[in-house]
């Protein structure tokens, strides 16, 4: 009975053996992982990571300082640019002196007495006379001349003018000076008006040189010939002895 119980149960297939050894392999990359990262955090904490880095640094930085310095190289200069030849100039030709003609004789031809007599040509006809269609302005006149004006005058002798007094108290004073009156002349010879134009500083030198000219005679003044009343500037000076 227990033979045909076993002889009926179904042989274990490969599958089933295969799947524990890939469970075993999956927990063993798994625990390398952890156990990796385990180390990492360890070694970071622990400096050892750090000192790692400080001596793989150095050997690089020393590795490149001791690489040996390429030669530099310098470029060749250019080579010089031929120089440039330039054409000679063409000698220029003498000029030939060319030979002066010579003057030939010319021969004058006498006229024929067959030939036909030229009369001269008949002068041009004199041109008819231009009338002037209206008649040229008169020229303006000329500027009258300027007047010829005598002035009046009192130093004629047979005027006898007297001397103008000196007043005493001036004198005593030593007041002196020129006084210039304006005097006009009628056409008799006598003065109408008299005034100060220029004083000596002096008001009793200048009364008496008007009440002065005042009496004299004078010899009127004359525009063009004509006797004219006008003005007339007499000098009178006072002057101490």
Known sequence: ???????????????????????????????AVVGFHVFALWALQSGLLRRAVEMVIPIEVLAEMIEPAQPIVTPEPPPPAPPVQQPKPKPQPKPVARPEPTPQPVLQQEPSPTAPVVAPPEPAPPAPPVVASEPAPPAP???????????????????????????????????????????????????????????????????????????????????????????FNVPINFVLE
């Not at 053996?17 to 927990?27: A, D, K, L, M």
């Not at 008299?194 to 005042?214: K, N």
Request: hydrophobic content about 40%.
């Open 141 to 231: 006149p000329a500027p009258p001349a300027p007047a010829r004006v005598e002035l009046p005058s009192s130093s004629a002798d047979y005027l006898n003018n007297p001397r103008p007094p000196y007043p005493a108290l001036s004198r005593r004073m030593g007041e002196q000076g020129k006084v210039i009156v304006r005097v006009f002349i009628e056409t008799n010879g006598t003065a109408s008006k008299a005034e100060v134009r220029t004083s000596s500083g002096f008001d009793r030198l200048d009364q008496v040189a008007v009440q002065t000219v005042l009496r004299w005679r004078y010899v009127p003044g004359k525009r063009n010939g004509v006797v004219e009343a006008m003005w």
């Open 1 to 31: 009975m227990s033979t045909a119980s076993a002889s009926l149960a179904p042989p274990m297939s490969a599958t089933s053996s295969s799947t524990p050894r890939r469970f075993n392999r999956r927990i063993l990359i798994v625990a």
